[in-house]
């Protein structure tokens, strides 16, 4: 601390992200990564773009990104907003259209970032118990609030709620801005986009960083009605220019446009998914229901610090949160078959 900070800098909390190992040889299974690798055709358009262009600013509004996104799920580009990562767009939703005197819900087991958010902005929040199989109760976001933030599916758990779940929360909450965070959706759940006509308070984020494998290039986006956008964009330019470098902007459009391997991927990322979640149950874990490129499991008799300090030993790191009501569970990405295989063979025989 310094004399220096701004008074409110002394009582944030940052939020931690998941270690970025130096080390090379570790089978990183901690912070969802996929492990195909992006599109051929995502990396050709970036190294197209690799030239004496550098020198110049990239263009503000993204345009050629927000219409591929826009082709891609039919809406209009006015509808969709652009950041530098979804947490970056998550930033300024809560900054611009959660802010509110009700205070904002969000699942008590979540993504840990929102409630950074809301130090950051000073926003109150009032986290809602998932029920007792770590499934989100759309009855019980059914009172007054200033807001609504939940991913689908879920994070830490990977559990997904089913759309017209989604829609019962809408429905409920006409007057708030309910936000679904759908960094995990391309992994087995139905994108809410299809409901943002039809609800002018939907707003509905989205990430490359998992499904597109471009975790390293920061890339994120939102849709919702236009007057949401609008505020976003205010924000935006009130911040940052330029959330988008120039490569982000071809490579980020050239993947949306590169359906084929997207597809292929994500069936990969699944079925390797499947097949985890088997050999596990096998050694005795529960696993909960997963519609993500991760799974959130426990052992009834062993303790998952004592489970992910083993894995680490052998070379192979998961995450654990350290969080009431989940400090049984470890988290534990989805890889390519042979670093799947390096953590069944981690856990040895229980
Ligand atoms: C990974 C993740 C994000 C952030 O994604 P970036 O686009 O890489 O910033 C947002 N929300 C959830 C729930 C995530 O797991």
Avoid at 89 to 102: E, K, N, P, R, W
Avoid at 126 to 133: G, N, S, T
Avoid at 201 to 217: P, Y
Wanted: glycine fraction near 8%.
């Amino acid at each position: 601390m310094s004399k220096f900070w701004s008074p409110f800098v002394k009582n944030l909390v940052p939020y931690v992200p998941g270690e970025q190992p130096k080390l090379a040889k570790l089978v990183k299974l901690n912070t969802n990564e996929n492990p195909y690798g992006p599109s051929p055709k995502a990396l050709a358009a970036m190294q197209t773009e690799l030239n004496d262009n550098l020198r110049l600013y990239p263009d503000p509004n993204s345009d050629l990104l927000k219409q591929a996104v826009a082709r891609y799920y039919g809406v209009q580009g006015n509808q969709v907003f652009l950041g530098n990562g979804s947490d970056e767009v998550l930033a300024h939703i809560f900054h611009g259209l959660l802010q509110h005197d009700q205070p904002l819900l969000f699942p008590d087991i979540s993504y840990s970032f929102y409630p950074v958010y809301c130090g950051l902005y000073g926003i109150e929040f009032d986290a809602v118990p998932l029920d007792e199989q770590f499934q989100i109760n759309p009855s019980d976001y059914a009172k007054p609030n200033g807001g609504i933030i939940f991913p689908n599916p879920n994070a830490p758990t990977g559990c997904l709620l089913a759309l017209d779940a989604v829609e019962q929360i809408l429905k409920a909450s006409p007057d708030s801005v309910v936000v679904v965070d759908e960094a995990y959706i391309d992994f087995g759940g139905e994108t809410a986009i299809t409901l943002v006509d039809r609800y002018p308070n939907l707003l509905v984020t989205q990430t490359l960083s998992k499904s597109r494998s471009l975790a390293g290039l920061r890339v994120g986006l939102a849709v919702g009605h236009p007057d949401l956008i609008e505020a976003l964009e205010r924000i935006k330019n009130s911040f940052n220019s330029y959330p988008l470098d120039r490569l982000a902007i071809v490579g980020a459009a050239a993947a949306f446009e590169d359906r084929e391997y997207f597809e292929k991927t994500c069936r990969l990322v699944i079925e390797s998914r499947d097949k985890v979640v088997g050999q596990l149950e096998a050694k005795g874990f529960e696993v909960l229901p997963s519609a993500a490129n991760f799974i959130f499991a426990r052992h009834p008799k062993h303790d998952a610090a004592g489970l992910a300090a083993k894995l680490r030993e052998q070379g192979v790191i998961v995450r654990h949160f350290k969080q009431e009501r989940i400090a049984q569970f470890l988290r534990i990405s989805i890889g390519a078959p042979e670093q799947n295989q390096a953590l069944i063979d981690g856990l040895g025989d229980l």
